[in-house]
């Protein structure tokens, strides 16, 4: 990986870092909202369904951590353990790609209502 | 006053922890402890030290678990149930006993780029340096740095990360990127850029807690992240 890259990548973490920072402190605290209503489905699927601004806050968050976490991810299994190099670089860019497609499963999932519980 | 009881590292990185009993006296140092052992209990102990009045960074241990100057930590001070540990710094090989091999220390402040690059000459005549500019300022710690290896043996990057170049070389880089009259900005930034270098760095703060002279390496190394990022955003590295 050249220095370039390494650079880009730490800036690209201390930035969704910045993003988390907020979109964490919003989803803490409309969960705790969330339960002090009743936690239930139908509850929170009230709240996301068709609900495009939740779709795109949690469109970010799921991004956001897409990235934050397989940069945060290299350095630490650098640090704990002998492994670094390419094959651990694929490992996190897979985990990466893994949280983007679930998260935005879910995501999606909580938008897109109607039809069932 | 009882003895002392003090357990002092022998060997290399193989080795273990010999007891010795040491007289305490009034104002007793560490390294006053050390040099009772080595002339008075065990001729074979090996260690470093030179002004012994806390100037030249020679005598620096690791005493209960602490990195630190020996010649400036009293025993009353650190000596718990009257029993103190003393051990070489960390992070590097063991030469013997409480002397360690300070290479890597030092090559890595050469591969910080942690030198002097001008283009003056002697004719040129002196550099007028404003001791109120910001970047004379920002230096104006981190330019009393001698090199002793208390923060290199403090910081936990350094134990985890065998390339990190630590907190005192790039300390160096950064006094000399606010060297108004330096030249070698460019390759400098290059140098302590990426995994190895500045971005490395966690903010544990271990290498300004423990710096004996009261410098922040953390707070150089900020800088040079804020540097470094800047310049490669604008192509400059």
Redesign the interface.
Known sequence: MSRRTEVLLWGAQRITAMVLALCVTVHLVTMIYAVRSGLSAAEILGRTQGNIGWFAFYTLFVLAVAIHAPIGLRTIIGEMTDARGRGIDLLVGAIGIGLAVFGMRAVIGVFSGGGGA | MENLKVRIWRGTEEGGFQDFEVPRQESQTVLDVVTYVQRKCDPTLAYRFACRVGVCGSCAMTVNGVSRWTCRTHVDKVAEDNRVEIAPLRNLPVIKDLVTDMREFFDKWAKARGRFSGTQMRKDGFAKVSPESKERKRIEAGIECIGCGVCYSACD?VT??KDYLGPAALNRAWTLINDVRDTARVERL?AV???AGC??CHTHLNCTERCPKGLSPTAGIAGL?RA??AA??SGE?
């Open positions: 990057v985890w990360n290059a850029a990426g995994d971005h490395a992240k470094v990022l490669t955003l590295i």
